[in-house]
């Protein structure tokens, strides 16, 4: 079964700067997905972005896909504080209500 | 509308026990999915239910484990004889219907069950 999996497990930057993360997956993909998780809570979701796309933006995010690499990242543009959380990719094989496939998350510090 | 609604939020049980945790899916949402998320790790699938029928158990452990959606009421997770391994956070999502291309999978708050 695909298992996404992120790097760096772990990363601190200072307020302001920009924090990028990777995610690889192992099968064939209908789309991924971004998830913040804070501290003790639940998954928020972020992007998404399908099989077929290469690029996306949603506000100070940007996520890229290259799947002949299987790969994505997750680019936080000008971070602040209120972004330190985890981040997960999710992967999905079909369209429509499917399971998703965690990758084992980025826990990202953000330092006032 | 609300959210997805889990509870409890925190369940403590004695190995041996049983555990039931519900999940109660957004209005208007009739599919739920149930994950488990060990310390530091991302969250593992479990299963997949539509009102009445479990679509997909695949990551549901076979003994011990059973999960459920009624016609009426929320869906339950439950887990019978529980062991400390079983000590996770676990989360419920939903999801409106299958049609379409994409179904975006809205989230709960979780249970984190303790097993002493």
């Known amino acids: 079964s695909q298992q996404g999996e992120e790097d760096p497990q772990a990363l601190s930057i200072q307020e302001g700067e920009n924090a990028t993360m990777n995610c690889s997956y192992k099968?064939?993909?209908?789309?991924l997905q971004w998830y913040r998780q804070n501290s003790g809570r639940g998954l928020v979701h972020l992007i998404l972005?399908?099989?077929?796309?290469r690029e996306k933006h949603s506000g100070r995010l940007r996520v890229t896909l290259d799947t002949s690499k299987k790969s994505s990242s997750l680019l936080i543009t000008a971070s602040r504080a209120a972004d330190t959380a985890s981040y997960f990719c999710?992967?999905?094989?079909?369209?429509?209500?499917?399971?998703?496939?965690f990758g084992q998350g980025t826990r990202l510090t953000i330092n006032p | 509308n609300a959210g997805v609604m889990q509870n409890p939020r925190h369940l403590v049980r004695r190995r041996g026990q049983e555990a039931r945790l519900r999940c109660s899916p957004m209005k208007g949402h009739s599919h739920v999915y149930w994950y488990r998320q060990l310390p530091e790790e991302g969250l593992k699938f479990m299963v997949y239910l539509q009102k009445e029928n479990i679509i997909d158990e695949s990551g549901m452990p076979k003994e011990r484990f059973s999960a459920e959606f009624p016609k009426e009421g929320p869906s339950i997770l439950r887990i019978q004889q529980v062991v400390r391994g079983d000590s996770a956070a676990y989360f419920c999502?939903?999801?409106?219907?299958?049609?379409?291309?994409?179904?975006?999978?809205?989230f709960g708050p979780g249970t984190r069950l303790t097993v002493l």
């Open positions: 099968t064939s993909i209908n789309n």
């Open positions: 999502a939903s999801s409106q219907t299958s049609g379409g291309d994409y179904n975006e999978q809205f």
């Open positions: 999710a992967t999905s094989r079909r369209q429509g209500a499917q399971k998703l496939v």
């Open positions: 972005i399908r099989s077929n796309e």
